[in-house]
């Protein structure tokens, strides 16, 4: 585990707090040990620190209550979804209350004619796809977990699907928000398109609970395309596979996805999902649109990806052979733990811009070698954003060591190509380090002014995105 | 006209600054009444307000040097391009200074590998597709006007090709900005997505020169299309092309344009630009793509519009044809204005969702003509976006007075259909009265805390955006 330094406890008021809470919400207010700890980071090394208690909010004035008790008495305020995020965001090192906010899972509104729709920030992408399927429509952001939308929406996640249909930024029409005094506002019409003061959308988009806490979201969906096929392209090197993706970004091609797994990913998808895919750098992709245009960009992509000495080009309309493709790249997480039975993955999360992909992942995977680390590589190449997990021994200090150094050279790498220490994970408590070092004092310093204005107490997810 | 309130003026501070400015800048600090009157709103019926001076900066440094010098003696700074906004963006209500940042005019680095460009707030869009022509690239937001790339950003611009490649938020990745005490900061690397801290890039685009000064901004370019297509339809009324724009954007037909007008501006083409179009509301679109996927594009829409009664559905390629359709939309301006010669042109901005466009159109045209106004339609329909422009004698105080209670009514209208009172022109001074209408008064306290937090001594571009 990383320990990450607690902050100063406010033992008072979280004692009335917890009082308070417990007329208000009854058994909806635990207290336990299990549930608190349940309730804070539990995906990586980042240590777990637990709030002082759990509330189950079903509603957007239960939300404002809880703020308003809590602004009261100057207590720590953190948002829980699934609990699928991977930098500590969900931890309370000041302890506090934590509002989970899975009971708030109603779809509210779909308006099919305006591709859009309303919802509570405990639906799961999962949930809403299935809630919107037979109307045709779908909501297009996959970031791999089923997490809630809350919580995408919080951290501005993307995956796989963005380099086609954007990240959540480009996602959110509009959203409702509690702000730290306990307020309810609404940031947006629901217009497509608004010059109207601030975006304030886009500024909660991404700020971790930092700044408020979303209570409803309305977002853009799509139409189910007309037809949708699949494909994978072997490759000899990680440079000509990533030449491919430069090739197909240029081309303007409108890919749905298009994602870089590299030779030892493929090695461990073979042995755990029992596939016999060339042992080389993988892309594998997928195309949305008509039956014709689907054909011709799947043709346009087997010529560009032919000039790189792509090979074993395969494209698929099956829906089975589809979802076993992307079931693998699913698996992919799963594929690579058991490279070393046991193992902590602990992921790191690179954006570069895609000229320099094809540099950093070669770099990267030298480094690793170098190390002595275990570091598969997967990316979500189009936008030039790759993970490099680590796989390390949880009780190993001195590797453990050398997986913090490696992340902090990879940060370092991917910052010098005037990319990002993150693309979609988000800054939480893990990358704080870093902030600085990519944008500059004065940046932070503006981020910094704004969290005092709206924030003047430092209740709402404290400990996060900003340097100490 | 119609009067703006001046604000108080820091007489003392400003003659501070002028001395100082001359001392630095010589002859690039002008404060003859011509030069500055020029400075101010020019183009509507808002009042014009000078700034004391214009100062017509090179570089970054003396962006921050004149920021500087005016934070110090608390003296307004206005940002100034090609002077083409609607809203009063550019006037001086407490005077101050004007820093014309037309000679910033430099495309400082193209990286076409990642479809990106860094350029000076003084390019003009015309400028800098002028630039990337032969490289096969071009930035897609078009707004009409030929404006900078600064005042763009600034506006949150957008117009017809909006409805396919976003508005300036989905087209900027990074800006660099001087902020209110003269610091210069960079929001974002150049990584295509990220999700490091607040979006700062998000909360500049739109703010209206009143956070911060742009000074670079790092754009995403598109490949010119391999083909493309324009297309013209009629429809028998305003409610049947409504219906057809809202078919084309739930099948997800990916138009590069969908304009709407009215039957009033075909009129009005048909006169001045001596065409021979059938007298009723018109779509004008355009097709990018491939060759197959343009041809394709074009058919399905032929098949949507016929079902709502489209008529003389025609579509070509060839570039002539195209140009000659398009200038007649950008004609619409001038063609509109000799409907009643010598009037003033006074245009409304509303932006409804679209499944509420054709009730929203016709009610604005009813409601014309109870008011005896002249209001010819257009719109970027395709984001349930629209123009009604008034027609009206500048000396004629009644009418002026009927036209405000015709925008007051509009905007009221389009927000109680969940709608914006501005899609693309921006608050500036002549807008700000409906802001809290539409996003209540929560959160216009929450953009207040912001500006107050980014700039205290409301020294950036005050009288903007936030009511008084």
Redesign the interface.
């Known amino acids: 585990m990383v320990e990450v330094a607690e902050l100063p406890r406010n033992e008072t008021g979280i004692g009335t707090v917890l009082g308070v809470l417990k007329q208000q919400f009854g058994d909806r207010l635990q207290t336990g040990q299990a549930i608190r700890e349940q309730h804070a980071h539990t995906t990586t090394w980042i240590a777990n620190q637990a709030p002082d208690g759990v509330v189950f909010a079903q509603s957007t004035q239960e939300v404002s209550d809880i703020v308003t008790v809590c602004a009261a008495h100057r207590v720590p305020i953190i948002a829980y979804g699934t609990g699928t995020s991977l930098e500590g965001h969900v931890n309370a090192p000041a302890g506090g209350i934590c509002i989970d906010l899975m009971q708030m899972d109603k779809v509210l509104e779909v308006?099919?004619?305006?591709?859009?729709c309303r919802v509570q920030p405990g639906v799961t992408r999962e949930a809403l796809n299935t809630y919107l399927r037979d109307q045709g429509l779908f909501f297009p952001i996959d970031p791999g977990a089923n997490a809630s939308l809350g919580g995408m929406t919080a951290?501005?996640?993307?995956g796989t699907n963005?380099v086609r249909y954007?990240?959540m930024?480009?996602n959110v029409l509009s959203l409702e928000a509690v702000?730290a005094d306990g307020?309810?506002?609404?940031?947006?019409?629901?217009?497509?398109?608004?010059?109207?003061?601030?975006?304030?959308t886009?500024?909660l988009?991404?700020?971790e609970g930092t700044?408020a806490m979303i209570t409803e979201i309305t977002l853009r969906l799509?139409?189910i395309?007309e037809a949708i096929s699949a494909a994978r392209c072997s490759f000899p090197s990680i440079e000509a596979a990533s030449r491919a993706v430069?090739a197909t970004?240029?081309?303007?091609l409108?890919v749905a996805r298009i994602e870089l797994l590299d030779t030892m990913v493929v090695q461990a998808l073979n042995n755990y999902s029992k596939l016999d895919l060339p042992e080389t750098p993988l892309l594998l992709l997928e195309f949305h649109g008509?039956e014709?245009?689907v054909a011709?960009q799947s043709e346009?992509f087997g010529a560009l990806a032919e000039e790189e000495g792509g090979t074993g080009f395969e494209v698929t309309a099956s829906l089975e052979e589809r979802n076993r493709l992307w079931q693998a790249r699913h698996d992919a997480y799963w594929a690579m733990l058991a490279l070393k039975p046991g193992c902590d993955a602990v992921a790191s999360?690179v954006?570069?811009?895609?000229?320099r992909l094809a540099e950093a992942v070669a770099a990267c995977e030298a480094k690793a070698k170098e190390m002595k680390l275990i570091a598969p590589v997967v990316g979500h190449a189009g936008?030039?954003?790759f993970h490099a997990s680590l796989l390390i021994d949880k009780e190993d200090k001195e590797e453990r060591a050398r997986a913090a150094a490696f992340i902090s050279w990879l940060n370092t790498l991917?910052?010098s190509m005037?990319?990002?220490?993150?693309?979609?994970?988000?800054?939480g408590q893990g990358?704080r380090a870093?902030?600085v070092s990519?944008?500059?004092q004065?940046?932070?310093?503006?981020?910094g002014?704004?969290?005092?204005?709206?924030d003047p107490d430092n209740i709402m997810n404290p400990g996060k995105?900003?340097p100490g």
């Open positions: 308006n099919a004619s305006d591709l859009d951290t501005r996640a993307s963005a954007g990240t930024k480009d702000m307020r309810i506002i609404r940031t947006a019409s629901r217009a497509r398109k608004s010059s109207a003061g601030y975006d304030l886009r500024l988009v991404g700020s700044l799509q139409g395309p430069m970004i240029q081309y303007g409108p008509s014709a245009g011709e346009t999360d954006c570069v811009p895609i000229s936008d030039g954003n991917a910052i005037d990319g990002t220490c993150t693309g979609e994970h988000g800054i990358k870093y902030l990519e944008l500059g004065g940046t932070v310093d503006v981020m002014a704004i969290k005092r204005a709206l995105i900003l």
